[in-house]
């Protein structure tokens, strides 16, 4: 099967050979349990070069439906049942727009956006999905905001917001709870549950990770993303790879798990790793709960130990910038595959370096996670969060519940990597 003849010229081969081989395994062809025939027999068979046909695999491997195992192969690790997943097509519409059915609709959306906004307002994850949102159901009626972060004021909790919007009587909710503390979450999960919501109109939730509950849900593969990240360092030609970790919090945690998949499937061992810890470690709780905190609990700057408030930046990037120096201190960035849990980790190392005397991309690689405004000014490697796509999604699914095809989905988006001058360019 020689993909790279196939009549529509506009599909990268890679994504043909990805959607072929996904149909394999979804209709059993290749059963859960079976090994792919060898990548390099594969690539031949489609009529590519290798690589297309690692770019292809790349996204299965990420999603858990294959398994690479450095001696049985390439495995079908899950079939279609387990990774049910909906792939939405972003800027593909749901319905025709001239249909009349689900005109004058009002969508209540909860976000939860800083007040005031930062400077640079596509840093605000909040604002960048409400405005995906509004964009896509502007064609089939309007929109009622809650916005849960009220200025001098303590948080909305999820059953009052949600109160708000049935006393609005809007026909449907699109709640985006992007990296909360994982106490907002439940509290979510429990008063959606009480208020018997789902049997009253259609609701979608967009989260920054899985939920383990039959709703409808958006939400970012943290996992796959440390997957992705860790596999462009590989292919830069990295053999040593540091992972920064200078706070204890469950996205970390998750990309931690991304990044060693990745390399146990590239064939490295578990020396080939390094976590380097802010020593000792501190940990990120809401601001709520540090507020409570007896005083000696708290983050000491001369002790670099204890609990950091989510909101305090400044104690957040002094603890990023002692990790980042210990790094150097210690030798262990000198030609390393550097994976920063964030780009503001990833900034420290870029400007910790500078002073050194050393050249990001050419001494070391260092990729982050986000893709920040300031990223773009200092060239940093970084894995761009699927925003648009995700207030997008929920949208389109909210949209078919209107139109009275609903359904209990999960839909989940990865990141785009972002290659800027502080990774080498990858090896052919």
């Given at each position: 099967?020689?993909l790279?003849k196939?009549?529509?010229?506009?599909?990268p081969?890679?994504?043909?050979?990805?959607?072929?081989l996904?149909?394999?395994?979804?209709t059993?062809?290749?059963?859960?349990?079976s090994?792919?025939?060898?990548?390099?027999?594969?690539?031949?068979?489609?009529?590519?070069?290798?690589a297309?046909?690692?770019?292809?695999?790349?996204p299965?491997?990420?999603?858990?439906?294959?398994?690479?195992?450095p001696?049985?192969?390439?495995?079908?690790a899950?079939?279609?049942?387990?990774?049910?997943?909906a792939r939405?097509?972003?800027?593909?519409?749901?319905?025709r727009?001239?249909?009349?059915?689900?005109s004058g609709?009002?969508?209540?959306?909860?976000?939860?956006?800083?007040?005031?906004?930062p400077v640079?307002?596509?840093?605000?994850?909040?604002?960048?999905?409400?405005?995906?949102?509004?964009?896509?159901f502007?064609?089939?009626?309007?929109?009622?905001v809650?916005?849960?972060?009220?200025?001098?004021k303590p948080?909305?909790s999820?059953?009052?917001?949600?109160q708000r919007?049935?006393?609005?009587?809007?026909?449907?909710?699109?709640?985006?709870?992007?990296e909360?503390?994982?106490?907002?979450?439940?509290?979510l999960?429990?008063t959606i549950?009480?208020?018997?919501?789902?049997?009253?109109?259609?609701?979608?939730?967009?989260?920054?990770?899985?939920?383990?509950?039959?709703l409808?849900h958006?939400?970012?593969?943290?996992?796959?993303d440390g997957?992705?990240?860790?596999?462009?360092?590989?292919?830069?030609?990295h053999?040593?790879?540091v992972?920064?970790r200078?706070?204890?919090?469950?996205?970390?945690?998750?990309?931690?798990?991304?990044?060693?998949?990745?390399?146990e499937?590239?064939?490295?061992?578990?020396?080939?790793?390094?976590?380097?810890?802010?020593?000792?470690?501190?940990?990120?709780?809401?601001?709520?709960d540090?507020?409570?905190?007896?005083?000696?609990?708290?983050?000491s700057?001369s002790?670099?130990r204890g609990?950091?408030a989510?909101n305090?930046?400044?104690?957040?990037?002094l603890?990023?910038?002692?990790c980042v120096?210990?790094?150097?201190?210690?030798?262990l960035?000198?030609?390393?595959?550097?994976?920063a849990?964030?780009?503001l980790?990833?900034?420290?190392?870029?400007?910790?370096a500078?002073?050194r005397?050393l050249?990001?991309?050419?001494?070391f690689?260092?990729?982050?996670?986000?893709?920040?405004?300031?990223s773009?000014f200092?060239g940093?490697s970084?894995?761009?969060p699927?925003?648009?796509?995700?207030?997008e999604?929920?949208?389109?699914?909210i949209?078919?519940?209107?139109?009275g095809?609903?359904?209990?989905t999960?839909?989940?988006?990865?990141?785009?990597?972002?290659?800027?001058?502080?990774?080498?360019m990858?090896?052919?």
């Open positions: 099967m020689d790279t196939q009549p529509d010229e506009r599909t081969a890679c994504k043909k050979i990805e959607a072929d996904r149909h394999k395994v979804e059993g062809v290749w059963p859960v349990g090994t792919l025939p060898p990548r390099r027999h594969l690539a031949q068979s489609y009529g590519v070069p290798l297309t046909l690692e770019r292809a695999i790349a299965l491997l990420a999603e858990g439906m294959l398994r690479a195992n001696r049985q192969g390439t495995v079908i899950r079939g279609a049942a387990a990774t049910a997943v939405i097509t972003p800027g593909k519409p749901v319905r727009i001239g249909d009349s059915t689900d609709k009002t969508l209540g959306i909860v976000t939860g956006i800083c007040d005031p906004p640079y307002a596509e840093d605000d994850w909040g604002l960048a999905i409400l405005t995906s949102i509004e964009k896509t502007a064609p089939h009626g309007g929109t009622y809650v916005n849960r972060y009220l200025k001098d948080p909305l999820p059953r009052e917001v949600i919007l049935l006393d609005a009587s809007v026909d449907a909710i699109v709640y985006v709870t992007i909360p503390p994982i106490e907002h979450v439940q509290e999960l429990a549950a009480q208020m018997g919501l789902t049997d009253r109109l259609p609701i979608a939730l967009v989260t920054h990770a899985a939920i383990r509950r039959p409808t958006v939400f970012y593969d943290i996992y796959g997957y992705l990240a860790a596999q462009h360092l590989i292919r830069c030609g053999e040593k790879f992972f920064l200078p706070v204890e919090t469950d996205w970390i945690a998750d990309r931690l798990v991304g990044v060693s998949a990745a390399l499937d590239a064939g490295f061992n578990r020396d080939a790793l390094t976590v380097h810890y802010s020593e000792p470690p501190c940990s990120i709780i809401p601001s709520s540090y507020e409570r905190l007896d005083v000696h609990k708290r983050w700057r002790t670099n609990f950091i989510d305090d930046l400044a104690a957040r990037t603890v990023s910038r002692i120096e210990q790094g150097f201190d210690e030798g960035f000198d030609g390393s595959g550097i994976i849990a964030n780009d980790i990833g900034k420290e190392v870029i400007e910790g500078l002073k005397g050249v990001p991309g050419k001494d690689s260092v990729i982050g996670f986000d893709d920040h405004v300031y773009r200092i940093l970084t894995m761009r699927p925003l648009d796509a995700m207030g999604a929920a949208t389109q699914l949209i078919q519940a209107i139109n095809k609903p359904a209990t999960q839909v989940r988006l990865g990141s785009l990597l972002i290659q800027r001058n502080s990774t080498r990858p090896l052919k």
